[in-house]
């Protein structure tokens, strides 16, 4: 069994630097040049996982294979690297504390007092261990938040006994950002010296700093930074905006620090880097001249990261088609019968956003009626898919108080009810339907042409189904159920026949859509929307 080197990637001055992307990009580098590695998320709140946390808070909740609920920066990690995350990827205080907790209930300190130091970092370290253990060459650790933060505490304080107890096998990896203060006209290193400063005051010195910065960093300005924070010249590195995210990895590539992170570790490395498909991606993202206007109709698009693995998918699916589409979002709140033309009548495409609550709900409706009737290509993920379900019962069946029984618990027309397994169930977090479930295509899907197959496999989130007792009813009026999971019958897709493009899915196909490998259903929905 091979000896897994750990980069640890600890951020300062500001929480949103980037430390995600840095992470995916270096492993995407690492990947590139034949290692093998997965990347992990510390992160420092005391919820067990972000699955209960309204996406105001944290963004959207990524769901991996195994039913995890993640924080959304496994997306990216997924994403770059093209690499499946699992439950082990991301851990938090709460799951730490929880686990430490139950030891002491069962007995197993002896007795002891049980204290931050040794038993909470001896935990934090066992899990970030624990990914070493499945043989990969590298596992990079993201530490969420930043240094000095009190929660960030005993991650720190892990990072340092690890560097003792895997002596030549670990580095660390600072952010930090260099302000340009327009007034004076010039980059400010303070922050990042005090970052540094405040890091080796519990004991940890950096190997590598990454500078977040708008302007270009001048020879003088690294110079400064390696001598005032003990690093060497070549172990500054510059991490300056780019026009896309997916850039980032050809930007780090230029700055070595693949290389950098090679030499510290005294691991011989080929000079060339095959990155050539994902260059021929990027210049596409960036230059496609086709372009496409898509509505994403949602209740937080005044949050654009509560719906950041659909927007990335769109842009890779785009860049399959060579087209770039450009993404309005619309709040659902704000769409009623007498706006939604005028909202509406310019798209190429409408895609209606997953969520949970009747907030919004009818604007939702409204805007699928409006796709509906006016051959407007048209896709529902998840609620996106019950809300089409409901307005077709609506308005076609004339089962006019038709609902979902999460919004009116009464509705005579349950089209959309609970799940039976979740019946019982009183807790909310990680209980729902979650992970990677089958679903078998009927041949005459829309989505069997790009699936190129007809059994597949997609990731779930959701409590609520299709209710099987109106399938025919639906069906005989031109709604099929096209995708159905051979074990529980649950109606996973639902498409109208005589209409351009009009697809729901109970599944979430946007956590599974990657740079180089982009989602089926996204790209036969941009190229509907193409011919539109």
């Keep these: 069994m091979k000896e897994t ?14 430390k995600g992307i840095i992470s995916s990009s270096l492993a995407k580098l690492l990947k590139a040049r034949g290692f093998s590695v997965t990347i992990q998320k510390l992160d420092p709140y005391i919820n067990i996982d972000p699955g209960t946390l309204n996406p105001y808070e944290h963004g959207e909740c990524f769901v991996t294979d195994d039913g995890a609920e993640t924080d959304l920066d496994l997306g990216h990690y997924e994403r770059f690297t093209d690499v499946r995350t699992s439950q082990a990827n991301n851990v938090t205080t709460g799951r730490i504390y929880q686990t430490v907790i139950d030891k002491e209930r069962r007995g197993d300190y002896l007795g002891k007092t049980v204290q931050i130091i040794p038993h909470i970092t001896d935990e934090i370290q066992r899990r970030i261990r624990l990914l070493g253990k499945e043989d990969y060459d590298f596992v990079i650790t993201e530490i969420g938040g930043t240094v000095g933060d009190i929660e960030s505490f005993p991650y720190i304080e892990a990072i340092r006994q690890l560097k003792w107890n895997l002596e030549g096998r670990t580095i660390v990896i600072h952010l930090t950002l260099v302000p340009y203060l327009s007034t004076s006209k010039e980059l400010k290193t303070k922050p990042t010296q005090h970052s540094v400063k405040m890091l080796l005051e519990n004991g940890v010195q950096p190997d590598i700093l990454v500078l977040r910065t708008e302007r270009t960093l001048t020879k003088e300005v690294r110079e400064k930074v390696a001598k005032f924070c003990n690093v060497n ?5 510059e991490s300056i905006d780019a026009s896309t995210i ?7 590539q230029k700055e070595k ?3 950098v992170v090679l030499q510290k570790f005294k691991i011989p490395y080929k000079e060339t880097v095959d990155l050539e498909r994902w260059k021929s991606v990027i210049k596409k993202i960036k230059n496609s001249t086709c372009s496409l206007k898509i509505a994403l109709v949602g209740k937080y698009v005044e949050l654009p990261d509560a719906y ?12 399959a088609i060579d087209c770039k589409p450009k993404i309005t979002f619309l709040h659902s709140e704000k769409i009623e019968e007498s706006s939604v033309k005028k909202l509406l009548k310019d798209f190429d495409g409408i895609i209606v956003a997953p969520g949970f609550g009747h907030r919004g709900i009818e604007g939702k409706i409204t805007a699928i009626k409006f796709a509906r009737e006016n051959n407007i290509p048209f896709f529902g993920i998840c609620l996106g898919m019950q809300c089409a379900v409901i307005e077709f019962a609506r308005n076609v069946l004339k089962l006019k108080d038709a609902n979902s029984t999460e919004m009116h618990q009464n509705t005579p027309f349950p089209v959309i009810d609970l799940m039976e397994e979740q019946k019982n169930i009183n807790d909310l977090g990680g209980t729902m339907r979650l992970g990677a479930y089958k679903c078998v295509l009927n041949e005459k899907s829309k989505l069997i042409k790009e ?5 597949i496999s997609e990731r779930h989130r959701h409590r609520y189904e299709f209710n099987n007792e109106y399938k025919k009813e639906f069906e005989n009026k031109g709604m099929m159920a096209t995708g159905i999971n051979p074990n529980s019958g649950l109606v996973e897709i639902v498409e ?8 729901g899915v109970q599944f979430h196909p946007e956590y599974k859509s990657t740079v180089l490998n982009p989602h089926p259903v996204f790209i036969s929905f941009l190229k509907a929307c193409k011919k539109k």
């Design 5 to 18: 080197n750990y980069i640890f990637i600890t951020g300062g001055v500001t929480s949103s630097l980037g």
């Design 233 to 237: 010249l070549s172990s500054v590195i």
């Design 246 to 252: 997916y850039e980032v990895p050809i930007l780090m």
């Design 257 to 259: 620090l693949d290389e």
């Design 308 to 319: 950041k693995s659909i927007n990335e998918s769109l842009i890779h699916a785009g860049a």
């Design 451 to 455: 699936y190129n197959k007809k059994d």
């Design 496 to 503: 109208i026949e005589n209409h351009k493009w009009f697809v």
